[in-house]
C-alpha cells in the first residue's frame, strides 16, 4: 500500500513539474527576438510570405490558445514536427526548404528517440568513470579525517570543480586523439567515442562525489552501531562495506538525482565540443534555428527523465533504509 501510495503521488507530482517547464519553455521561446517563420521562408521574402507562413504554424494564434493546443497534441503522445528538418534527417537551410507540409517534416518524437541512446550511453558512461574516479578518493578521506587521505581528496576536488569541461575537452582532444592517437574525438562511429567526452563529464561531478562520500563515511564511523561492531565480532573491513559504504549510499544517491540536471546540462556542452551526436547537439541545432518543436520535445522529454530517475532513487532509498518515508 506504502509502495502504491508513493508512486502516485510522485506520478503526479512529475506531472504537476512537467506541465511547469512546458508551458515556460512554451512562452519564453514564443517571447525571446526571433521569428522561425522568417527563417523558413528567407530573408528576403516579403512581409506578407511570412505572415502566411507563422499562420500555418500556428504562430499568430495567442500564446495560451498556442500551448492548449500542444497540451491536447502532447496528450496523444504527438511531441510536433520540426520546422526545418525533412524526415530524411538531413538538416536542410531556410532558403533550400520548399515543402511547408507537416507530414513532410521530421516528426520530434522520432528525431529525440534516434538521438537518445547515444546520450544516455554518454552519461552512463561518465557517472561510470566518476565512480571509478570518487569513490577510492570519498571513501579514503571519509575513513581517514584530518590525515592525507583527506587532504588528497580536497586537493582533487577543488582542482576538478575548476576545470572548464570545454577547456578540459579541448585539451584530452588535443592529447589522446591528435598527439597520442589512442582515442577519437570527433563524431561517433563507435563506443570508443564515447570515452573522452564521458571522461570530461565525469571530471565534473566527481568532486560533488567526492565531497559527499567522505563527510557522509565520516558521519558514519563516528556513530554508536559503529563504535560496538567491534564488540560484535564484526571485522574493520566488513564494518566499512556493510555498514559505513551502505549507509552513505544513501546520500549519495539523492546525489544522483540532483546531479542529473547539471549532468544534463554538460552533456549539451560536451556533445558539441566533440560533435557528438546525441541530445545535445540536437538541441544547440535546434536553438540557432528557432525550431520550437525539437527545443520543446528535447525540453519535456529530459523532464520527464529528470522525474523518472528522482522516483526511482527515492525508492532505492527507501529499500536501503526502510525508515525514510518520502
Known amino acids: 500500500m506504502y509502495l502504491l501510495n508513493f508512486l502516485i503521488r510522485r506520478v503526479l507530482q512529475g506531472l504537476v513539474v512537467l506541465l511547469i517547464v512546458s508551458f515556460a519553455i512554451f512562452a519564453l521561446l514564443r517571447?525571446?527576438?526571433?521569428?522561425?517563420?522568417?527563417?523558413?521562408?528567407?530573408?528576403?521574402?516579403?512581409?506578407?510570405?511570412?505572415?502566411?507562413?507563422?499562420?500555418?504554424?500556428?504562430?499568430?494564434?495567442?500564446?495560451?490558445?498556442?500551448?492548449?493546443r500542444y497540451l491536447g497534441d502532447l496528450a496523444r503522445g504527438d511531441l510536433g514536427n520540426s520546422f526545418f528538418r525533412p524526415k530524411s534527417g538531413a538538416t536542410v537551410g531556410a532558403a533550400a526548404y520548399d515543402d511547408p507540409s507537416r507530414n513532410e517534416r521530421a516528426e520530434v518524437l522520432d528525431l529525440i528517440l534516434e538521438r537518445i541512446p547515444l546520450t544516455l550511453q554518454l552519461a552512463g558512461l561518465s557517472v561510470?568513470?566518476?565512480?571509478?574516479?570518487?569513490?577510492?578518493l570519498g571513501v579514503a578521506a571519509g575513513l581517514n579525517p584530518g590525515k592525507w587521505q583527506d587532504r588528497l581528496a580536497f586537493f582533487s576536488g577543488s582542482v576538478f570543480v575548476s576545470l572548464p569541461n570545454f577547456w578540459l575537452g579541448?585539451?584530452?582532444?588535443?592529447?589522446?586523439?591528435?598527439?597520442?592517437?589512442?582515442?577519437?574525438?570527433?563524431?561517433?562511429?563507435?563506443?570508443?567515442?564515447?570515452?573522452?567526452?564521458?571522461?570530461?563529464?565525469?571530471?565534473?561531478?566527481?568532486?560533488?562525489?567526492?565531497?559527499?562520500?567522505?563527510?557522509?563515511?565520516a558521519q558514519i564511523m563516528h556513530e554508536e552501531f559503529i563504535a560496538v561492531a567491534p564488540l560484535r565480532g564484526l571485522k574493520r573491513p566488513r564494518i566499512?562495506?556493510?555498514?559505513?559504504?551502505?549507509?552513505?549510499?544513501?546520500?549519495?544517491?539523492?546525489l544522483f538525482g540532483i546531479q542529473l540536471g547539471i549532468l544534463l546540462g554538460g552533456v549539451l556542452v560536451v556533445e558539441l565540443i566533440f560533435d557528438y551526436p546525441g541530445l545535445g547537439r540536437l538541441t544547440i541545432n535546434a536553438v540557432l534555428q528557432r525550431d520550437f518543436p525539437i527545443i520543446q520535445g528535447v525540453a519535456i522529454f529530459i523532464s520527464a527523465i529528470f522525474v523518472f530517475i528522482n522516483i526511482a532513487v527515492d525508492l532505492a532509498a527507501s529499500f536501503i533504509d526502510p525508515r525514510l518515508e518520502y
Do not use: C, W
Not at 561510470?128 to 577510492?136: G, K, T
Open 31 to 68: 517571447v525571446v527576438p526571433g521569428d522561425p517563420a522568417r527563417l523558413i521562408v528567407g530573408g528576403m521574402a516579403p512581409d506578407e510570405v511570412v505572415v502566411q507562413k507563422a499562420e500555418e504554424l500556428g504562430l499568430n494564434d495567442p500564446i495560451v490558445v498556442q500551448y492548449v
Open 128 to 136: 561510470v568513470f566518476a565512480l571509478i574516479i570518487s569513490f577510492p
Open 170 to 217: 579541448i585539451v584530452l582532444a588535443q592529447l589522446f586523439s591528435i598527439k597520442l592517437g589512442i582515442l577519437p574525438s570527433i563524431g561517433y562511429k563507435g563506443f570508443e567515442y564515447t570515452i573522452l567526452p564521458a571522461f570530461v563529464l565525469a571530471i565534473g561531478i566527481s568532486p560533488f562525489i567526492i565531497r559527499t562520500l567522505s563527510v557522509s563515511i
Open 240 to 254: 566499512v562495506v556493510a555498514h559505513a559504504i551502505r549507509n552513505a549510499s544513501i546520500p549519495l544517491l539523492n
